[in-house]
């Protein structure tokens, strides 16, 4: 762990040192207030491509605002909805490979849309604070092409933007200075250097479109250093892994990655957590069979507790494509956990206990390993360290499986030694008589008892210990069945016929 965190460092440092204007914190202006010459088409250095299914990754065609003619040029179907796809800093000056697998993946969900790639690769890249800056004109030329969209008639309420690290911004900018606003804008991992602290109208913000909804993956580190923006900036937010850092970015990825790509793709691997936000969004395309669901949750530390796996009044939403328009006053942080590839959708378990012992124990950071057992699969081995242990107290985790097993039916459960020696000459034990389940996908509480005796010995560095579905549980699910039928008064009337 201490290796790791030096490589990242010297990794860090690189990258730093590679492109240092990239972290400087002056705020980006504001853009200019000048609305009128918002109809004047002429001069608009973006280009505005459309693609097609069958040649993802070719630029053939260009609509030109000003001259309708490039709708038909184009095969631009003016019934059909549009996506509207906005890249972010280019350090080559290529369009990156995200963005040909994001167009098929658009044109694998709705084939009869019209795909759009917005191409402002010239002034994105330049150095990272001059990028920053051209969010402004660019921004100010996009909302120019929509508003002569909608002047030639296209309903925006098909106009979905998705705008990637810088183009979120460019996105929010244009969503700004357009006449109406169009129907849905995605963040994907807005940029954070010069937009943490900026105001609502520099940046993208909720009021920036009917729905906006934004994916944070790469916040790690203090506000004014982190790549991706760690404020809400959407009506939903969602921050994938704590939004931190992704799982499969790490270093023994990162290694793998030089010794396969080599050194000169060191900015590829850095972004390898910003970029997941885009491979999140692809995967909601095409996985639809696999729906990653996202829980509302005040902060990563009580997500991780298994806290927040609540469904009620919103409180849970489907993570990308096909999110539920939910727009509350004040932005909603949702988080979730996420396997390394795709499908990135898992399974999330809350698991509480109740630990009893005679003798006073207080431990920190405790190793367990716990196994699920359900109806269509299992999942061995699943390894938790709980933060805290101490007698006679309610601990409470989160558990993640990246296979659906069905209904669960048995839990074991065994807790390992945090170090070689203690719980050798130890025999710290507590006692657990049940565990309550909450399964985040299912909705599904379920109450498991020991299976062999009242209370069940959980000592560290012992055996294994086996939970069953608890029959009191089917018991108190009858009689609140049988409550109910009493409160609504049928169930005297079945008793009488
Ligand atoms: C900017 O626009 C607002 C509202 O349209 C207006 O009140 C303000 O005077 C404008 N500012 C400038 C500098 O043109
Ligand atoms: C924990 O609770 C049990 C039963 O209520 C009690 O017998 C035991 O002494 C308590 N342990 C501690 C350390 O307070």
């Keep these: 762990m201490g290796q790791e965190t030096k490589w990242l460092l010297i990794i860090g440092i690189y990258f730093i040192k590679s492109c240092e204007p990239f972290f400087s914190f002056d705020e980006a202006p504001l853009p200019s207030n000048s609305t009128e010459d918002l ?39 003016m019934s059909a909805p549009t996506f509207l796809v906005i890249h972010g800093w280019s350090v080559a000056g290529i369009f990156e490979s995200w963005l040909y697998k994001l167009v098929t993946a658009l ?33 100010k030329e996009v909302a120019k092409f929509i508003n002569w969209l909608e002047d030639m008639k296209y309903p925006l309420e098909k106009l979905h933007v998705l705008g990637y690290s810088l183009g979120a911004h460019v996105a929010g900018i244009a969503g700004n200075l357009m006449s109406n606003k169009v129907s849905r804008i995605t963040g994907l991992d807005p940029a954070g250097p010069r937009f943490e602290h900026a105001e609502d109208l520099r940046r993208l913000s909720p009021d920036d479109a009917h729905f906006v909804d934004v994916l944070h993956t790469n916040t790690r580190g203090t506000p004014d250093l982190s790549i991706g923006i760690q404020r809400p900036v959407g009506h939903v937010d969602i921050y994938p892994n704590g939004g931190t850092f992704q799982p499969g970015c790490s ?58 796996l609540s469904c009620r009044k919103n409180r849970c939403n489907k993570v990308g494509y096909g999110i539920n328009k939910v727009r509350t006053t004040r932005s909603a942080r949702m988080f979730l956990k996420t396997r390394e590839m795709m499908p990135y959708k898992v399974f999330h378990y809350q698991i509480k206990l109740h630990v009893f012992s005679k003798k006073s124990i207080t431990l920190v950071e405790q190793p367990l390993l716990v196994s699920l057992y359900g109806t269509t699969a299992e999942k061995e081995g699943i390894s938790v360290t709980v933060p805290a242990m101490s ?51 299912t909705q599904a509480k379920v109450i498991f008892v020991s299976r062999d005796r009242e209370f069940a010995h959980l000592s ?3 055996g294994e210990i086996v939970f069953v579905k608890s029959k009191e549980d089917q018991v108190s699910r009858r009689e609140e069945r049988l409550h109910r039928l009493k409160a609504h008064g049928s169930f005297f009337q079945q008793n009488t016929d």
């Design 39 to 77: 109809a004047d088409y002429s001069n608009i250095d973006t280009r505005f491509s459309v693609r097609t299914a069958e040649y993802p990754d070719d630029d053939f065609c260009y609509l030109v605002p000003g001259n309708a003619d490039t709708f038909s040029q184009c095969g631009f179907v």
């Design 251 to 308: 270093l023994q990825s990162t290694i793998k990655m030089i010794a396969s790509y080599g050194l000169q793709n060191m900015a590829q691997i850095v972004k390898c957590s910003h970029e997941r936000s885009v491979h999140l969004f692809i995967d909601s395309l095409v996985n639809r069979e696999f729906q990653s669901w996202a829980y509302r949750c005040s902060s990563k530390e009580a997500f991780n507790k298994g806290m927040c």
């Design 391 to 441: 007698s006679n107290t309610t601990i409470t985790f989160l558990l993640t499986t990246d296979v659906d097993i069905g209904e669960l039916l048995m839990v074991k459960m065994t807790w390992e030694r945090d170090s070689y020696f203690s719980g050798l000459f130890s025999s710290d034990e507590f006692m657990i008589r049940r565990l309550r389940v909450k399964v985040g996908e």
């Design 107 to 139: 044109f694998e969900r709705e084939p009869n849309a019209n795909v759009v790639v917005v191409d402002w690769l010239e002034r994105a890249s330049q150095h990272y604070p001059t990028s920053a800056e051209n969010t402004k004109v660019v921004g």
């Design 460 to 462: 560290q560095g012992g």
